[in-house]
């Protein structure tokens, strides 16, 4: 019973804080795209209608694409855990590997 | 056509229109467990307007088609976390298999039993309980009703997190506030960065998370809930000797379950979505969005480090946090209290029902004959359920009528 709860306390903190990272994070990277992308536009997008300035579009782009990118990189996962593969963050950059 | 316990012809053949039973009564609950679980996935973007509700569903009952399909994983063990009729290997308990497995059989077929009909209630009265925690609850009773509480995993070895406690008691208490903190975190943040943006700018852009965020919650679903049921199914094949390898499912029950959870998922649980979708809170997009990757993260997270919660505690945790998160915004704090009121009744209600139905089955005789009469029971209740459903039906034409216009708003959550 002890070593069951203790066990489930390790699991659920480190839920918390990737989940945090992800389930949180993504929400918020993509609002700063809006916000971005509110800027880029300006007249009407914004409250305070101002002019729009162009920097805001590129700065949008780069958001939503990092956003789609960790989307995709659920979806592979899924996807490769379904073919008794994983992904490995053992180069930074995500590899598909065998489980 | 009864063969009565004992006999010395037909054993075999008795045990083979159990397992025919066990096998239906099994997909109906994969096919309960979809429309039961379309509001986790979809229930936001439909309340939102990012998703026509028809769409929604279909979706959904599409990326659950492939995600059921995706999930080789071999989910054989799955009565293991709760209940002792299973060796470690996956093959069923050798003292269980007398008389062609019917005594096994009618363990589960009770338990099957047991989960449709807490999840047909549960669906009646729009609350989103948890499917798998009905299925749980229903192998808990019947087995405790044949093998007595020895027969239950309470705690497990201790050398993983394991048993009725590690893997549902506990993940039921703390995944939902889990799922809260999570977004309430991403709703609040969200809200602060797009301070200043026009609201119809902000809407239309977060419709697009919300797809893209709904979208990958009803996939991992469909990897996580069909096997349970696929791992069912191959364990009735087991005990009745139509199947001997534990290391594989066969690939028709990969299919049937695949097609049994994506055709519930879109029906589509009108009453459950409308719950959630309209009742808890009055839902804008980023909010859902906000809720809908919450619950995506949690849940994929957490099902690859083995250690699977429920969806359905796991959205409602997420649309609370999204009502907590966002400033000025309302909670619907009694249709929350329901909500958690029929997660703590779950099991035992389910397990209730599989005990009774096991009783039943063993009275007529624990063969063929106590295995058809629950089976009727079943079919009687799910057509009493359906007659009670269309007084007050929720379709897709009305799941987002405005929630405190019904009469006696937080009783009855459908619109008459």
Same mark, same amino acid.
């Given at each position: 019973m002890?070593?069951?709860?203790?066990?489930?306390?390790?699991?659920?903190?480190?839920?918390?804080?990737?989940?945090?990272?992800?389930?949180?994070?993504?929400?918020?990277?993509?609002?700063?795209?809006?916000?971005?992308?509110?800027?880029?536009a300006g007249g009407a997008a914004e409250t305070s209608h101002e002019p729009g300035h162009p920097i805001g579009k590129v700065l949008a782009a780069v958001c939503f694409v990092v956003c789609l990118a960790v989307v995709a990189m659920g979806i592979t996962w899924i996807v490769a855990s379904g073919f008794g593969k994983t992904l490995s963050f053992e180069d930074i950059y995500p590899t598909i590997v065998d489980k | 056509m009864f063969t009565p316990r004992g006999c010395r012809f037909a054993p075999v053949e008795t045990a083979t229109v159990i397992l025919v039973l066990v096998v239906v009564v099994a997909l109906s609950f994969d096919f309960t467990n979809g429309f039961h679980d379309t509001?986790?996935?979809?229930?936001?973007?439909?309340?939102?307007?990012?998703?026509?509700?028809?769409?929604?569903?279909?979706?959904?009952?599409?990326?659950?088609?492939?995600?059921?399909?995706?999930?080789?994983?071999?989910?054989?063990?799955?009565?293991?976390?709760?209940?002792?009729?299973?060796?470690?290997?996956?093959?069923?308990?050798?003292e269980l298999l007398e008389g062609g497995g019917s005594?096994?059989?009618?363990?589960?077929?009770?338990?099957?039993v047991g989960a449709i009909v807490w999840n047909l209630l549960t669906w009646l009265v729009g609350l989103p309980s948890s499917s798998s925690h009905a299925l749980f609850g229903g192998l808990i009773g019947s087995t405790v009703a044949g093998l007595g509480w020895a027969g239950v995993n309470w705690n497990g070895d201790g050398s993983k997190i394991d048993g009725v406690v590690g893997k549902v008691i506990i993940p039921a208490i703390t995944s939902p506030v889990l799922a809260c903190i999570i977004a309430t975190v991403g709703t609040w943040l969200v809200h602060k960065v797009i301070t200043g943006v026009a609201q119809r700018f902000t809407d239309q852009g977060f419709r697009w998370g919300q797809i893209g965020s709904a979208s990958l919650v009803s996939l991992a679903h469909g990897t996580n809930d069909a096997q349970k049921t696929m791992g069912v199914i191959t364990l009735g094949l087991i005990a009745s000797g139509h199947w001997t390898n534990t290391e594989e499912i066969p690939f028709w029950v990969k299919a049937l379950c695949a097609i049994a959870i994506a055709s519930g998922t879109y029906l589509g649980g009108w009453r459950i979505i409308r719950t959630l979708g309209k009742g808890l809170i009055e839902i804008t997009p980023p909010q859902g969005m906000a809720a809908e990757t919450?619950?995506?993260?949690?849940?994929? +997270?957490?099902?690859?480090? #083995?250690?699977? =919660?429920?969806?359905?505690? /796991?959205?409602?945790?997420?649309? !609370? %946090?999204?009502?907590?998160?966002?400033?000025?915004?309302?909670?619907?704090?009694?249709?929350?209290?329901?909500?958690?009121?029929?997660?703590?009744?779950?099991?035992?209600?389910?397990?209730?029902?599989?005990?009774?139905?096991?009783? +039943?089955?063993?009275?007529? #005789?624990?063969? =063929?004959?106590?295995?058809? /009469?629950?089976?009727?029971?079943? !079919? %009687?209740?799910?057509?009493?359920?359906?007659?009670?459903?269309?007084?007050?039906?929720?379709?897709?034409?009305?799941?987002?009528?405005?929630?405190?216009?019904?009469?006696?708003?937080?009783?009855?959550?459908?619109?008459?």
């Open positions: 002890t070593q069951n709860l203790i066990l489930v306390g390790e699991a659920l903190w480190k839920i918390l804080a990737v989940g945090l990272l992800l389930g949180a994070g993504i929400p918020v990277l993509f609002s700063v795209g809006v916000r971005a992308m509110a800027f880029g | 509001a986790n996935a979809m229930a936001t973007s439909i309340a939102t307007g990012a998703l026509q509700p028809r769409t929604a569903v279909a979706l959904s009952g599409i990326l659950n088609l492939v995600g059921a399909f995706l999930s080789v994983e071999v989910a054989l063990t799955v009565t293991n976390a709760v209940v002792n009729i299973q060796n470690k290997d996956g093959s069923p308990k050798p005594a096994l059989l009618l363990i589960v077929l009770a338990g099957l919450s619950s995506g993260a949690i849940i994929l +997270i957490s099902s690859h480090m #083995g250690f699977a =919660l429920s969806t359905t505690h /796991v959205t409602t945790g997420s649309v !609370l %946090g999204a009502g907590v998160g966002k400033p000025g915004a309302s909670v619907r704090w009694k249709v929350a209290g329901r909500m958690v009121i029929a997660w703590f009744t779950t099991i035992p209600a389910a397990a209730f029902v599989g005990a009774l139905m096991w009783w +039943i089955g063993d009275l007529l #005789g624990g063969g =063929l004959l106590g295995a058809l /009469v629950i089976s009727l029971i079943l !079919l %009687g209740f799910t057509i009493a359920v359906m007659v009670r459903s269309r007084k007050n039906p929720v379709h897709a034409g009305n799941v987002n009528d405005e929630w405190d216009a019904t009469e006696g708003a937080d009783r009855t959550p459908a619109a008459v």
